[in-house]
């Protein structure tokens, strides 16, 4: 009988090894692909490009090839450096006040249906309302340049978080929500064992959209603000280059902004697979 189960086990080992090693290596193939894939393709269209503007014989002055716009990112580095530090600054502290205030207001929406009917209109009238047409406005009432450029990147990122929070606390199942007032739970152990778990899936969504919301309010702000001089940010320097016909340092200036959103992005991306990858089906690896 011993030698029977023995027998019968050994074998469902050896009929899963093989599986299990074709899973980990198809895994392993698709997280290859899923890097090897976007580098092969942008370089294809970097390599395209460098191509035509050689065959064609297109003068930099018009359309810059990449490896003059890779020339311009070596010589004038330290001046765009400083500028795209920067632009982070914008960027990230307008995304944390958008947290912040996103998340308490979501919060209180959810507690307090009183709270939300006064409130929301100002929220939507904010989000309906163009940066193009307030940002001036904010510039004359505000006497910090940084500060007006900061309130116009919160306000096109703080919409998205409420948005996501309000939705995702009221995604919780009524079953749950029964289960908790059966138990007589009070509104904060509500908020935190039930509720929040719950809109943690709509939350990182929307963190992903004001992400890159607060960067495209940050340079649209400071497009807007016209701010020119030594400490601004990108924007400034793609306006200065412009008005000089420097093309090349102005692609140089796009690309940093094109990368800057790209490592928003990733490192939201990132963050949704920390926080959801062990349970969410939005984030969680299925066996194929």
């Known amino acids: 009988m011993s030698t029977t189960l023995t027998t019968e086990n050994d074998a ?34 970097v390599g395209y490009w460098e191509w035509a503007i050689w065959y064609f014989e297109v003068p930099p002055y018009l359309i810059p090839a990449p490896s003059v716009i890779g020339k311009t990112l070596i010589t004038d580095g330290p001046s765009l450096m400083v500028s795209a530090w920067f632009t982070v600054k914008l960027t990230l502290l307008s995304l944390l006040l958008a947290i912040i205030g ?25 989000q309906v309302t163009p940066v193009v047409a307030i940002a001036p406005l904010i510039l004359i009432y505000v006497h910090s340049t940084f500060a007006a450029l900061l309130i116009c990147a919160w306000i096109v990122a703080f919409f998205p978080i409420l948005s996501g929070t309000v939705v995702g606390l009221r995604s919780a199942d009524h079953n749950l929500r029964d289960l908790f007032t059966l138990y007589r739970a009070t509104p904060l152990q509500r908020l935190r064992f039930l509720l929040a778990p719950s809109a943690l899936p709509q939350f990182m969504s929307a963190l992903k959209v004001a992400g890159g919301l607060a960067l495209i309010g940050a340079v649209v702000a400071e497009f807007v603000a016209g701010a020119a001089g030594q400490n601004t940010g990108l924007a400034s320097r793609i306006i200065e280059s412009s008005f000089r016909s ?12 094109s990368l800057l959103g790209i490592a928003i992005f990733l490192a939201t991306s990132w963050a949704s697979r920390r926080v959801l990858g062990h349970w969410h089906e939005s984030e969680l690896r299925r066996e194929h």
């Open 12 to 45: 469902t080992q050896y009929d899963e090894a093989p599986e299990n090693t074709e899973q980990g290596a198809r895994e392993r193939r698709e997280r290859r692909l899923s890097w090897l894939m976007p580098i092969i393709m942008l370089s294809a269209a």
């Open 102 to 126: 996103g998340v308490i207001l979501g919060a209180l929406f959810a507690l307090s249906r009183t709270v939300e009917m006064s409130l929301f209109p100002f929220a939507v009238i904010l």
């Open 246 to 257: 420097e093309i090349p340092r102005m692609f140089a200036a796009l690309v940093l902004v």
